[in-house]
Antibody, heavy 127, light 107 residues
């Protein structure tokens, strides 16, 4: 049974860097799929942040791209999120997920859907 | 970005009812549309992918249809465990975007 578990600080100071890790059990990241992050807040709803595969290929949402870095550690079977220069608007429930990722046949773009989710972790940005 | 709009935002229904939720994209997304169910305090769960394919383990009372810009999630014979919030998500291009959700409440 594949499981994803987020971990990291629940409180981050404004202007600092939010760091979260997602540990994957029951499946080797090296075997395939993409692995990503989504956040959910009352004001913005569900927001895709970005994802990565085992070889380090990443996709990020443009609105956060300048502040986001997603990395993978296949030896530990986990992947991580770093979001820099946080403000109160980054306060949200953060989820990690496994994605089915593919090339869209019509225009050869890449996209996907979220097949499995972690339970989520609340991150509050406050001084 | 592709905007996804769900309707209604909430609905009241009874056990045994047939429920229909609509999701509309502001441009054609072919069949690249997915549905999720979220219960309070839980992560979303994939129900249907690519408009109409039922995810493994999801009861057959859930079904999806549509293509282009208009999509529908139908729950036949609503069960007590189906009271939840449902989201659509387009997987046509990035950034991946979600609808705002439809809450199915007890009448």
């Amino acid at each position: 049974q594949v499981q994803l578990q987020e971990s990291g600080p629940g409180l981050v100071r404004p202007s600092e860097t939010l760091s979260l890790t997602c540990a994957v059990s029951g499946y080797s990241i090296s075997s395939g799929y993409y692995w990503g992050w989504i956040r959910q807040s009352p004001g913005k709803g569900l927001e895709w942040i970005g994802n990565i595969n085992h070889s380090g290929t990443t996709y990020y949402t443009p609105s956060l791209k300048s502040r986001v870095a997603i990395s993978v550690d296949t030896s530990r079977n986990q992947f991580s999120l770093k979001l820099s220069s946080v403000t109160a608007t980054d306060t949200a429930l953060y989820y990690c997920a496994r994605l089915v990722w593919y090339e869209v046949l019509i225009d050869y773009s890449n996209a996907g859907y979220f097949q499995l989710w972690g339970q989520g972790t609340l991150v509050t940005v406050s001084s | 970005d592709i905007q996804m709009t769900q309707s209604p935002s909430s609905l009241s229904a009874s056990v045994g009812d047939r429920v229909t939720i609509t999701c509309r994209a502001n441009q054609s997304i072919s069949s690249y549309l997915n549905w999720y169910q979220q219960k309070p305090g839980k992560a979303p769960k994939l129900l249907i992918y690519l408009a109409s394919t039922l995810q493994s383990g999801v009861p057959s009372r859930f079904s999806g249809s549509g293509s282009g810009t208009d999509f529908t999630l139908t729950i036949n014979t609503l069960q007590p465990e189906d009271f939840a919030t449902y989201f659509c998500q387009q997987s046509y291009n990035t950034p991946l975007t979600f609808g705002q959700g439809t809450k199915v409440e007890v009448k």
